[in-house]
């Protein structure tokens, strides 16, 4: 019974959390630019699970572990929302969602895990924004694609994505804070940001 009343009050804790997603081709700022948006408004981030993964099990991976990431990715991302409920944070930013997931599957392996089909129709979110590829590329030994083609590719493959969906989105673009102000106007134009 104590299991059942806790289970439902988490899920009480998911519907009572903003959630805004960040994604993008890497190298984008995304990291960059929850760390700035969860400083501005006082309010918690959930981190990439992937860097994690990747740093804990080496830079080669196969299709299996993209499920694995994925499966931790959503964890992560409950852990951070009950804690923001229990710390009464009423936003949480994102850092990668189930859509990054599909489109690495995809891109890498031409093939997603059902798993994270079905991670996209379950979990809701209140806004995308989604990063341009107007900032530099930056070497990272985790980074795969440096030339401005993949980039410009993978740019077109969620903004088509977030196109084709219902929820709120926007692209943000721009350097330094400028970048994160353009972010601060699209989350204060489709959400309640107390």
Not at 74 to 96: C, F, M, P, R, S
Not at 118 to 143: A, F, G, H, S, V
Not at 171 to 189: D, F, H, K, L, P
């Amino acid at each position: 019974m104590k299991n059942l009343k806790i289970a439902h009050r988490f899920k009480l804790f998911k519907m009572a959390i903003q959630k805004i997603v960040i994604l993008g081709p890497e190298s984008t700022g995304k990291s960059t630019l929850c760390e700035a948006l969860a400083k501005h408004y006082d309010i918690y981030y959930c981190p990439e699970y992937a860097r994690q993964f990747l740093t804990d099990n080496g830079l080669k991976y196969n299709y299996e572990d993209l499920l694995t990431i994925a499966k931790g990715q959503l964890t992560l991302e409950d852990e951070w929302i009950q804690k923001a409920t229990e710390n009464k944070k009423n936003t949480l930013v994102v850092d990668t969602d189930m859509y990054v997931m599909k489109v690495w599957c995809e891109y890498v392996f031409q093939n997603a895990h059902t798993y994270i089909l079905e991670q996209i129709n379950q979990r809701k979110y209140d806004l995308y924004l989604l990063c341009d590829i107007d900032l530099p590329w930056t070497q990272d030994e985790m980074r795969e694609y440096p030339d401005p083609k993949p980039r410009a590719e993978l740019f077109s493959i969620y903004k088509d994505l977030l196109i084709n969906q219902n929820t709120p989105w926007g692209i943000v673009s721009g350097t330094g804070t400028q970048r994160t102000q353009n972010a601060i106007q699209i989350m204060e134009q489709h959400l309640n940001m107390l």
